[in-house]
């Protein structure tokens, strides 16, 4: 009795070799096309068009930019429905007078980067980069939405609130103390209003600062109700349009100065009760640290009451 092996069998039966052949064209197949996917992936993958020129002993502060533009940039753009960027130059200085000579004086004096859009460029001051604690995580995705909203529309002139609103969110910057302070803002009557930040924001930082919280709500107020996704057809729209006020009034149905008047109405409602005062995050803070301090001097003063017990 003869007994082929497996390897026999399947050379003398053209079915078993057939079938064989298929079990190991399907498992070999998706392995193929993930290395094809892989190769064509890595062969259209391109890094963002961003140069950064920066002294050879700033060389630390150009990396963390560039690792930010990298890790940022791509959600930017797609927020914004850019599909295709203009080259972007990043300067890094340690004389930021001189630029501001250059560009008229328009750069703020307590400001750490600026864009400038005309030139697709932005300017980040070095020794304030690095004074402020984790300044270029917002300070760069920042600058780099008012860069890339200006390619996107670049024929439509947008209210200052609208820009720094949409910066501001687009960098994720909003925090439990811009909050509070935005309340106090509007109980101190310091707050400016929407139709008040079209040109330029005050020149003294407290005031823009405030100026800023207030765009920041503006804004996001009125991508809170349709949604954030919006933003990108909107801009298709006004872009289409030529024209903020246009693109608005046809995009939302109603008028800009409609919107500002609606919006500084509940603005005031919301933030300048009383009771906000008891739903503000700094203030439920404190009060749950009141609490925690209270309890543990109480434990405190049990466990040395009993201490005296014992002895």
């Not at 780099?144 to 910066?167: K, M, N, T, Y």
């Not at 008040?196 to 407290?206: I, K, N």
């Not at 008028?255 to 509940?266: I, P, R």
């Amino acid at each position: 009795m003869m007994v082929m092996s497996s390897w026999a069998r399947a050379s003398l039966n053209p079915r078993v070799r057939l079938r064989r052949r298929d079990v190991i064209r399907r498992f070999l197949a998706p392995f193929i096309l993930l290395f094809i996917l892989f190769l064509f992936g890595a062969a259209v993958a391109a890094p963002l068009p961003i140069t950064i020129n920066a002294n050879a002993r700033y060389h630390r502060v150009a990396a963390k930019i560039g690792t930010i533009c990298e890790a940022q940039g791509p959600r930017i753009a797609a927020e914004l429905g850019l599909t295709r960027l203009e080259p972007i130059e990043i300067d890094v200085v340690d004389d930021v007078h001189a630029y501001n000579r250059e560009h008229g004086g328009r750069l703020p004096e307590w400001g750490i980067a600026f864009a400038v859009l005309e030139e697709n460029r932005i300017i980040v001051d070095v020794k304030r980069a690095t004074r402020e604690f984790n300044s270029l995580d917002e300070v760069v995705p920042h600058e780099l939405s008012h860069i890339l909203v200006h390619q996107r529309a670049p024929d439509v002139h947008f209210p200052l609130w609208f820009l720094e609103g949409c910066a501001q969110w687009q960098a994720r910057e909003w925090s439990m103390v811009d909050q509070w302070e935005l309340v106090q803002g509007v109980w101190q009557h310091s707050s400016p209003r929407l139709s008040d930040m079209y040109g330029r924001y005050p020149a003294e930082e407290t005031r823009a600062q405030q100026a800023y919280r207030v765009a920041y709500a503006g804004f996001t107020d009125l991508f809170a109700e349709v949604g954030f996704d919006d933003l990108a057809p909107f801009l298709a729209e006004a872009e289409r349009q030529r024209s903020f006020e246009n693109g608005f009034r046809t995009y939302f149905g109603y008028s800009v100065a409609e919107y500002q008047a609606f919006f500084q109405d509940g603005f005031e409602k919301k933030y300048g009760s009383a009771w906000m005062a008891l739903q503000s995050g700094p203030l439920l803070a404190f009060a749950a640290g009141l609490f925690l301090i209270v309890i543990l001097r109480y434990w405190i003063r049990r466990r040395r009451k009993f201490a005296r017990l014992d002895d």
